[in-house]
């Protein structure tokens, strides 16, 4: 068997591999998106996490995946997640809400608009941020305020005193840059919080499986320090979720204050990656011993 992957010391490429992006069972056409995808899996080292970079092609079939009408994201009723991962969330996001009290909170990737509705329920008014018709047609059936493209700056009118995201950090190409953005559209004191994957244990287990074409981020409780830090966060809090591998962070937005990140997250993803008394980490014996298997596929 010829094989279809790459592994070095601290990247591995697999040159096909499936593209799942349809979550519900619909039967609609998918013109244009490919059934199988490469994915290049490295790690960055400003910032200290493991980060796929598709092409502008590979990009492409993903843009359109995130655009069809499809229930992209847990937050739906079709998800069988409204219970306990749902549950999970919508009490963290309702919780810093009450504890910072905006005016109107602003969710980038709202999906179904649960999370909104959530809110709402709880006398509060929330926004989404959504380029996806699933969102359009959700948005319409349940009557929450949408506006349908994708975030970036300039597209919030006035500084927003919240903005919030559930498992979109992890699906940003450029996560730096959003978190910069973020940053310039929230006023002075203003908190943005999101849930995301806590890769941690992952990534201490050399674990390839943890690899999909959407989770083009993969993090640690540092690098989310190193990210927001750069961006111009402080008062940076990550913790972990009630339910499931994630991570709940906030942050907030203080002019002239920046969060000491070696004081706060001292260790390293290199660090947390090493065996015992062994300078090899053990990402790299992950994919060394997929690289042994490799060269018996023949």
């Known amino acids: ?31 244009n998106i490919d059934q199988t995808l490469p994915i290049r899996v490295t790690i960055d080292h400003e910032f200290d996490y493991l980060r796929f970079q598709p092409t502008e092609l590979e990009w492409g079939n993903i843009n359109r995946a995130y655009q069809m009408n499809e229930n992209i994201g847990f937050l739906n009723p079709e998800s069988g997640q409204m219970d306990t991962y749902g549950s999970s ?17 602003y ?3 709202c999906g179904a608009g649960f999370s909104i509705e959530h809110l709402k329920a709880n006398g509060f008014r929330a926004v989404g941020i959504d380029p996806s018709e699933y969102s359009k047609k959700w948005s319409q059936r349940l009557g ?40 310039a559209c929230l006023s002075d004191g203003g908190v943005f919080c999101f849930s995301t994957t806590n890769s941690t244990q992952s990534i201490e287990l050399g674990d390839i499986s943890q690899f999909e074409h959407q989770h083009v981020n993969m993090f640690t409780t540092r690098s989310i320090h190193l990210i927001l830090s750069s961006a111009g966060f402080s008062e940076i809090e990550v913790r972990g979720g009630s339910y499931g591998n994630t991570f709940h962070v906030t942050a907030r937005k203080l002019q002239g204050r920046k969060a000491a ?38």
């Open 261 to 298: 990140v070696g004081t706060i997250a001292p260790r390293h993803v290199m660090d947390i990656l090493a065996v015992r008394h062994v300078p090899l980490p053990r990402f790299k014996i992950g994919m060394m011993a997929l690289k042994t298997r490799t060269a018996t596929c023949h």
């Open 89 to 105: 969330v919508n009490r963290f996001f309702l919780g810093e809400v009450q504890r910072f009290s905006p005016k109107i909170a």
């Open 1 to 31: 068997m010829r094989p279809h992957w790459t592994v070095t010391s601290d990247c591995v490429e697999i040159a096909r591999m499936p593209f799942y992006w349809r979550l519900s069972g619909s039967t609609e056409g998918s013109p």
């Open 144 to 183: 929450f305020e949408l506006i349908n493209e994708y975030f970036g700056q300039g597209l919030i009118e006035n500084p927003a005193e919240f903005i919030y995201c559930n498992d979109v950090f992890e699906h940003i190409p450029d996560v730096v840059e959003f978190s910069a953005q973020v940053f």
């Open 107 to 109: 969710e980038i990737g």
